[in-house]
C-alpha cells in the first residue's frame, strides 16, 4: 500500500530558493517560476533540503533510529552506474491549489499580468560589496529575486507504507527544518513547517508522545 503525506511551508520570512537562473541585466540569482508568474520549488531541491536534515536528525537521535536506513528511505546515489530509488518520492513545492487557480484564471482573463503576479508574491533585494571606506566596489552590485514572507506552500510526499520509526523519523525531519535557502545569518530563508497524513497532524501526535516519555 502508498501513504501520502502533506506538507505546508509558510515563509517566516522572505526566502531565497535560488534556481541557479537570472535575467541578464536585472536579477542575478533568480527563483524558479511558472507561466503565470507563480514561484515554485523543484521536487529535488526540496528532498535535498529534507535530506540534510534528515541526517542530522539521524545522527542526533541515533539509538531511536538505529534500525531505520536513510538510503532506504531516501534511494542512493550513482555507484558505478547503479542508483536505487527511496521509499520517499517527492513532489514540487507550490502554493495552495484553490489560490494557484485563482491567480492563473487572473491572468488569462488579462486582469492582471504575469509579471504583477510574480511582483505581488516576491521582493528583489539588491546587495554591494563595501571597501574599506564603506565606499560601494565597482562591478559588484547583485540583486536577487526572494519569495515574500507570509506565504503558504505546500508539497506531498508519496512512499510504500512506513515503520512507525521511519514515520518519526519523517516527522521530526519536516518539524525541525526552519531553514530553506541561503542567507540564514541574515534572517533570510526562515521557515515554518507542519506535516499531515489524512488530515492528521502527525507534529502534534509525535511530540504529544515524546512528551508522555
Known amino acids: 500500500s502508498s501513504d501520502l503525506y502533506q506538507i505546508t511551508i509558510k515563509t517566516e520570512s522572505d526566502t531565497l530558493w535560488g534556481s541557479g537562473q537570472s535575467v541578464p541585466g536585472l536579477i542575478d540569482n533568480d527563483i524558479k517560476y511558472d507561466s503565470y508568474g507563480i514561484p515554485y520549488m523543484n521536487a529535488k531541491t526540496f528532498k535535498g533540503c529534507l535530506g540534510k536534515q534528515m541526517r542530522w536528525i539521524y545522527e542526533l537521535c541515533k539509538d531511536e533510529f538505529q534500525k531505520v536506513s536513510l538510503s532506504e528511505l531516501l534511494g542512493s546515489p550513482d555507484t558505478e552506474g547503479m542508483k536505487r530509488n527511496g521509499k520517499l518520492r517527492f513532489t514540487e513545492v507550490q502554493l495552495s491549489e484553490g489560490l494557484m487557480q ?7 482573463d ?31 552590485l547583485r540583486r536577487e529575486r526572494m519569495v515574500k514572507k507570509g506565504f503558504v ?20 525531519s519536516v518539524c525541525s527544518l526552519q531553514h530553506i535557502g541561503t542567507y540564514k545569518s541574515k534572517g533570510k530563508g526562515l521557515v515554518h513547517c507542519d506535516i499531515f497524513k489524512e488530515q492528521q497532524n502527525l507534529r502534534e501526535r509525535y511530540l504529544k508522545e515524546a512528551a508522555d516519555v
Open 110 to 140: 488579462k486582469k492582471v499580468s504575469k509579471d504583477e503576479v510574480l511582483d505581488s508574491l516576491t521582493t528583489i533585494y539588491a546587495y554591494t560589496s563595501l571597501d574599506e571606506n564603506g565606499i560601494a566596489k565597482d562591478h559588484t
Open 153 to 172: 506552500f505546500e508539497t506531498e510526499i508519496y512512499s510504500e507504507e512506513l515503520s512507525q520509526a521511519e514515520e518519526k523519523l519523517l516527522t521530526f
Open 102 to 108: 485563482q491567480l492563473k484564471k487572473a491572468v488569462i
